[in-house]
C-alpha cells in the first residue's frame, strides 16, 4: 500500500498523513507527496493584521518562518524526487507577500527616533518546485496533452470539471501535460527525473476548502460532511493510478556495476562529482548555523508563550519571566510534593501556580491548590515561614489581548484578595518582559517582585519608563520595500 502524506491540503480519512507547510516533515518516509503552497499558515488575515502597498506584510518572526519553509521544501521535494517519489503540486492563486531582511534603518533621535523595516517581495508559490516563467491567470477550460494520456487520462476523467488554473506558462516544453482549451497555454507540467522514477506533476488547483465538504455538528465542531469524504477518497484513488501510471512509464534500466568502471568515467564526470562533494559540506555547514539560529530565536521569543500558552508551556515562559526579574524560579518536585513555580528572592519567597484557558476567566479552582501548597510547603523541616502565593492567570488565550475581557472572574480576585494571595495576569507579565529584555532595568525588576509580594488579590506591576522599545517602534514603522537597481 503506498504512504501518502499531504502538505498544506486537509482530506477526510486516515488514508494520507496531514501536516502544515510549517512542518519539518523528511518526505524521504512517503511514496506519493501532494502538495498546496499557501501563506495561511504564515499570516492570517485580522484586524491586526500588517499590509504593505496592499499586500500582507510579514512580521519578523512570520519571515522567518516562511523562509526556513520555503529552503525546507524546496530542498525536500527535490530530494523526493531524487529517491524516485512521485510529487503532485496543486497550483494555487499566486499571492505576494513582503517579508522581512531583518535590515533595519533609524532616522531621529531619543525618543523622536524611527525605526524603518526594509522588506521585500516574495512569491508564495516559491515554496512549490514550480518552473519559472509564469504568469497569473485563472480559468476553467483546459484540454489533455494527447501525449500524456496513458498517464493522466483515468485522472483527468474524474477532475477535469472541478479543476481550476490559476497560472499558464508563457511557452510550451515537452512537459506540457495540460494546455488551456484555446492559446495552448501550458497549465500543467509532468517533469520526470532522469536518474530515478520519479516525478513532479504540476496540476491545476482543485476545491479542498469547498464549504459543502464540512459542516458544525451538535457540539460545534467542524466535521467532514458524506460530500467531503467522498472528494477525498476519490482523489486519493486517483493520485495512487496517475502514481503508477507515471512511474511505469519513466522505468529506466538501473546502471550495473561494471557502467562505473573508469574504462567508463565521461569526461567531466569526477570534476562535477567533486562539486557535488563540496556543496554538500557548504550545505551541512549553513544547515548547522541555521539549527542554531533557529534555537537562539526560540529562546528569545519563548516570552510570548506568556500570550497564548498553558499548561507546561505557560509554566515554563512564567519560570523564564520571573528568572528575568531577579527571582530564582524553579519546579518543585520531590516525589511527593510537586509545585508550579517555588520562586526566592531578597524580598521574599513565594510559590505559584499557573493557568490557561481557552475561552473564558481563571475561576477559583487554582486558589485551593495554592492554599494547598502553602500549607504542604511550610511541613517541610528546611520552611520556616509561609511562603506568599501567586497564581499567574491566562484567561481567554485563544484570543488576542485586546479583545479579551477580565483574566480572572470576580469571585477568583475577591478570595484571593482575602487570603493575601497575589493574581498576575500573564499579558502584563509579558509587557513587563518586554520592558527588562529591552533595557535591563534593575530598579524596575526590584519593583515588579516588590509588587507580586506586597499584591493581595490583582497585581499592579510599575508603569514602564518613557523609553520607547523596539517592539513598540517596529510596530508603527513605516515600511521600504528593496529594490533592484
Not at 563540496?278 to 549553513?286: H, Q, S, Y
Request: charged content about 25%.
Amino acid at each position: 500500500m503506498k504512504k501518502i502524506i499531504a502538505i498544506g491540503i486537509e482530506l477526510a480519512g486516515d488514508a494520507v498523513e496531514q501536516v502544515g507547510l510549517q512542518s519539518n516533515a523528511s518526505l524521504l518516509d512517503w511514496d506519493i507527496v501532494l502538495f498546496r503552497p499557501s501563506r495561511e499558515e504564515f499570516f492570517t488575515d485580522s484586524q491586526y493584521a500588517n499590509y504593505y502597498r496592499g499586500k500582507p506584510s510579514l512580521d519578523d518572526s512570520e519571515s522567518v518562518q516562511i523562509l526556513e519553509a520555503n529552503q525546507h521544501w524546496s530542498r525536500q521535494l527535490r530530494d523526493a524526487v531524487a529517491e524516485g517519489k512521485t510529487v503532485i503540486v496543486f497550483i494555487p492563486p499566486p499571492e505576494t507577500v513582503y517579508v522581512a531582511t531583518g535590515e533595519k534603518r533609524f532616522s531621529g533621535t531619543g525618543r523622536n527616533q524611527k525605526t524603518t523595516n526594509i522588506v521585500t517581495e516574495f512569491e508564495v508559490l516559491s515554496l512549490a518546485e514550480i518552473p519559472k516563467g509564469w504568469v497569473s491567470a485563472q480559468g476553467r477550460e483546459m484540454k489533455l496533452n494527447p501525449a500524456f494520456n496513458d498517464v493522466l487520462s483515468p485522472y483527468w476523467s474524474e477532475f477535469a470539471d472541478s479543476s481550476i488554473y490559476n497560472i499558464t506558462w508563457t511557452e510550451s516544453s515537452a512537459s506540457a501535460c495540460i494546455h488551456t482549451k484555446t492559446g495552448s497555454r501550458p497549465v500543467g507540467r509532468i517533469m520526470k527525473n532522469e536518474d530515478s522514477k520519479g516525478s513532479i506533476i504540476l496540476l491545476p488547483d482543485l476545491p479542498f476548502d469547498d464549504p459543502g465538504f464540512t459542516a458544525w455538528d451538535d457540539e460545534d465542531e467542524l466535521v467532514w460532511t458524506k460530500e467531503g469524504e467522498i472528494f477525498s477518497k476519490r482523489l486519493v484513488s486517483q493520485i495512487v493510478s496517475l502514481s503508477a501510471n507515471v512511474g511505469a512509464a519513466s522505468v529506466k534500466t538501473p546502471p550495473p556495476e561494471w557502467a562505473d568502471d573508469d574504462g567508463f568515467v565521461l569526461p567531466g564526470e569526477e570534476e562535477l562529482k567533486e562539486k557535488l562533494l563540496k556543496i554538500n559540506d557548504t550545505l551541512r555547514e549553513i544547515s548547522e548555523k541555521r539549527e542554531a539560529a533557529r534555537e537562539e530565536l526560540a529562546g528569545v521569543t519563548e516570552a510570548r508563550g506568556l500570550l497564548f500558552e498553558k499548561g507546561k508551556a505557560l509554566e515554563f515562559a512564567v519560570l523564564n519571566a520571573l528568572r528575568m526579574l531577579g527571582f530564582q524560579a524553579e519546579n518543585f518536585d520531590d516525589g511527593v510534593l510537586e509545585f508550579d513555580a517555588v520562586m526566592t528572592c531578597l524580598e521574599g519567597r513565594l510559590i505559584g501556580e499557573s493557568e490557561g484557558k481557552d475561552n473564558s476567566a481563571i475561576n477559583i479552582t487554582k486558589l485551593r491548590q495554592i492554599s494547598t501548597n502553602i500549607h504542604e510547603d511550610l511541613s517541610r523541616d528546611e520552611v520556616e515561614q509561609p511562603a506568599k502565593g501567586v497564581l499567574f492567570g491566562n484567561g481567554h488565550r485563544l484570543s488576542a489581548p485586546p479583545e479579551r475581557s477580565e483574566t480572572f472572574t470576580a469571585k477568583c480576585i475577591s478570595a484571593a484578595a482575602s487570603t493575601s494571595v497575589a493574581l498576575v495576569d500573564t499579558v502584563e507579565l509579558f509587557r513587563v518582559v518586554q520592558h527588562m529584555m529591552e533595557t535591563q532595568d534593575e530598579d524596575f525588576a526590584k519593583a515588579c517582585r516588590e509588587a507580586m509580594i506586597q499584591a493581595s488579590g490583582l497585581v499592579s506591576f510599575p508603569d514602564t519608563p518613557p523609553v520607547e522599545s523596539a517592539a513598540a517602534a517596529e510596530a508603527t514603522a513605516e515600511h521600504e520595500p528593496v529594490t533592484d537597481d
